[in-house]
């Protein structure tokens, strides 16, 4: 180690969550195309990896002391890429291409990934790995998947690695590739400074007793049809995690956002509503008639870095805002006779323009505050980060799901790069102490959207998260298809 540095009040969380084996981490997986023979694949790899890690410090951070109340950030000396780099055959070559063809294997090499945690071989090597996927015969395209500890990155972070990886792999000459070892040396760089270092989160005192309120008193889950899954529990039976993804096609992607703008809504208003109609639509409605959903919302906007772009840092900078969507058949008495008279509870009857407006309204709310009376600022308060996980144990869940959109790819290669990104999967693990479950978004440069989900096994039961996610791809279609009736 040669240096150490305290960690910032979100990273605490994070480790915690991470030393309690509760949730592990995340990853950005980016698909790589190149227009003309590339040189040997690991070669090339270990060369552009070496440059990567020389740029950003905080992938030679390592947290320690995760089972303490002041974790610290220590920072390796060395990082042998055999011990964070592998890479695998696919089973079966796959090309992909902008009709929204889905990635079954990724969607398993990613479940697994998720499952393991950083604690093997401490200070032996970083929080984060790298898998390179390859199809056999096809040596002009790769995948790769970076999956971290979330005290190291945020979701956009994971952008923020494509693209300079992508840079580098365009850079790259022949002096570089010769020095391709997998031992890299680490400069003594400072790490940059967490969130609440850079940027003042001002809270008022009615905000921090008010929450601080319903996290240690009443909690939230005070309605009694509000549904967020089974409570949190350490039962190893609901542990499981699986992974799925849905993928639109290129011009599906293009017409919803068309649609999201013509509806004065954005994109990740559309999603949430879809999503939230779609879990709505499978519940039994005479016990379940509304959920909560906490979205992710990055504030990098705010801020900016002495000498430094901000939005070419990797790090964690978000925060989270809640909504609550309730099943508008349950108190809309035309809406229960239309129902009736179809026999079917239709998840048409549900998605409202109105509520992704609403939901549009919300996340403009919380960016025009700057910070202020923020979630993320309030993770100050919490005390003792191991303790506050610990204490949902045996509770209600908070939230239905949390939806994570890290936004689109956008290119900045010109014509003469050999190397362009193609499709980008944003994923990460279901905390046994968080939402029923977790939705991540991604649209990469092939201009597909991707839907990541995952869950916990016994937490959402199989066939109902099957029937969700039936429901998301039929009311997308509805819209696309322009038969949506709202």
Excluded at 57 to 85: N, V, W
Excluded at 133 to 138: F, P, R, V
Excluded at 195 to 218: A, P
Excluded at 363 to 374: L, M, W, Y
Aim: glycine share 6%.
């Amino acid at each position: 180690m040669i240096t150490n540095t305290v960690l910032g009040n979100l990273e605490k969380l994070f480790t915690a969550e991470h030393n309690l084996d509760f949730y592990s981490g995340a990853g950005v997986t980016a698909t790589y195309i190149c227009s003309t023979k590339s040189h040997a694949i690991q070669s090339l790899v270990f060369a552009a990896f070496r440059i990567l890690i020389q740029r950003h410090s905080i992938l030679s951070a390592i947290p320690l002391d995760e089972h303490k109340s002041a974790p610290y950030f220590g920072k390796l000396s060395e990082i042998d890429l055999r011990t964070c780099t592998s890479f695998v055959e696919r089973k079966e070559a796959i090309f992909l291409d902008d009709m929204g063809m889905v990635d079954r294997e990724l969607d398993v090499l990613l479940e697994s990934q998720h499952k393991l945690n950083w604690k093997d071989d401490q200070g032996k090597k970083p929080f984060w790995r790298a898998i390179i996927l390859q199809s056999a015969g096809l040596n002009n395209q790769i995948t790769v998947s970076w999956i971290f500890h979330h005290a190291l990155s945020d979701g956009v972070s994971g952008l923020v690695f494509h693209k300079h990886l992508l840079r580098i792999l365009n850079q790259l000459e022949q002096k570089e590739l010769l020095e391709d070892g997998p031992i890299v040396k680490i400069p003594k760089v400072e790490l940059v400074p967490p969130l609440e270092g850079l940027y003042k989160l001002r809270l008022g005192v009615s905000f921090i007793i008010e929450n601080l309120w319903c996290e240690w008193i009443s909690k939230r889950h005070s309605k009694s049809k509000l549904w967020t899954g089974a409570k949190c529990t350490p039962d190893p039976k609901f542990k499981t995690l699986k992974f799925r993804t849905i993928v639109l096609s290129k011009l599906d992607t293009d017409s919803l956002l068309e649609m999201s703008r013509n509806n004065k809504t954005t994109l990740s208003g559309t999603l949430e509503c879809v999503t939230s109609a779609a879990v709505l639509v499978n519940l039994d409605s005479k016990k379940f008639d509304r959920i909560t959903v906490a979205g992710a919302i990055s504030f990098r906007r705010f801020f900016r870095l002495e000498g430094k772009d901000i939005d070419n840092e990797i790090g964690v900078y978000v925060s989270t805002y809640r909504n609550e969507h309730i099943n508008p058949i349950s108190t809309h008495s035309d809406l229960i006779q239309e129902t009736k008279a179809s026999g079917q509870n239709h998840v048409s009857n549900i998605f409202s323009w109105d509520e992704a407006r609403a939901v549009r309204s919300v996340i403009n709310e919380e960016i025009a505050r700057k910070g202020r009376n923020s979630m993320a600022g309030l993770a100050h308060w919490i005390g003792n980060p191991n303790s506050f996980w610990l204490g949902k144990l045996g509770k209600y869940r908070e939230e239905a799901f949390c939806i994570t959109n890290i936004g689109s790819w956008k290119p900045e290669t010109s014509e003469d790069d050999k190397w362009k990104l193609s499709r980008v999967v944003f994923s990460q693990c279901s905390s046994i102490v968080g939402p029923a479950f977790t939705l991540s978004i991604a649209t990469g440069g092939d201009g597909c959207l991707v839907l990541g989900f995952s869950w916990l096994e016994s937490v959402v039961e199989a066939l109902l998260m099957e029937r969700i996610m039936e429901s998301i791809k039929e009311c997308i279609q509805c819209l696309v298809s322009g038969s949506m009736k709202n």
